[in-house]
């Protein structure tokens, strides 16, 4: 069963810092990887989307990697803010078609 | 992509009753996901949904319990029979968007804040 974990569950850094937010997984057959945002009480944002066979994705101020073999994703952040205070997930797909598989998330403040 | 609409946002519930949740999808998709995700959780899958067929459902989930309906392709109900506080989570039904026949990134509705009192 694949297993997705977060590292660190919590992070808290002041405006304007660079950030990396870590995820792994234990089975390495993946068909893509996924990060979303959830802001409280709410359902999830997807921010970038890495097939199996890409290396990385890029999106305005967010970048994350993939390391399929050994089975790590990282999610950068630059120059934070404090409207990017919300929970990020990490999920992966085994095959198309299928659910994913969550972590418990980096629960992530930035402050003024 | 997909644009999920998910109703109702929120409720309050009395333990003993029953909630159903709709989820409406802006085009067709062959599978739909309802996830759970409790207080301080990550979100576990529930049952995948296919329009046609039985829901397969995973495993500590049973179909007495979240009966779910998947009359066509666009819209799916799951339904949260016979509730308890145990039950006060954020439910969530996702697709996955396609492009060019290969399946692409989930999207997620905006979640039911369930709280059972």
């Known amino acids: 069963k694949q297993e997705v974990t977060q590292i660190p569950a919590a992070l808290s850094v002041p405006e304007g810092e660079n950030l990396v937010l870590n995820c792994s997984f234990t089975?390495?057959?993946?068909?893509?990887l996924q990060w979303f945002r959830q802001d409280p009480g709410k359902g999830l944002t997807s921010l970038l989307l890495?097939?199996?066979?890409?290396r990385e994705q890029t999106s305005g101020r967010l970048n994350a990697s993939l390391d399929k073999s050994s089975g790590r994703s990282t999610l950068y952040i630059a120059a934070s803010q404090p409207g990017d205070s919300a929970t990020y997930l990490c999920?992966?797909?085994?095959?198309?078609?299928?659910?994913?598989?969550f972590g418990k998330g980096t629960s992530l403040l930035v402050t003024p | 992509s997909a644009v999920i609409s998910q109703k109702p946002s929120r409720d309050i519930c009395q333990r003993g009753t029953s909630l159903t949740i709709q989820c409406q999808v802006d085009?067709?998709?062959?599978?739909m996901f309802w996830y759970r995700q409790q207080p301080g959780q990550s979100l576990t899958l529930i049952a995948t949904?296919?329009?046609?067929?039985?829901?397969?459902?995973e495993s500590g989930f049973v179909i007495d319990k979240f009966p779910i309906s998947r009359p066509n392709l666009t819209f799916s109900t799951l339904t949260v029979s016979n509730m308890s506080p145990e039950d006060s989570s954020i439910y969530l039904c996702?697709?996955?968007?396609?492009?060019?026949?290969?399946?692409?990134?989930?999207?997620f509705g905006q979640g039911t804040r369930l709280t059972v009192v």
């Open positions: 089975d390495s057959a993946i068909y893509n």
């Open positions: 949904a296919n329009q046609g067929s039985e829901a397969t459902y």
């Open positions: 085009s067709q998709v062959t599978m």
């Open positions: 999920a992966v797909s085994t095959n198309s078609g299928y659910a994913l598989n």
């Open positions: 890495i097939q199996s066979s890409q």
């Open positions: 996702s697709v996955e968007g396609t492009f060019r026949g290969l399946n692409t990134e989930a999207f």
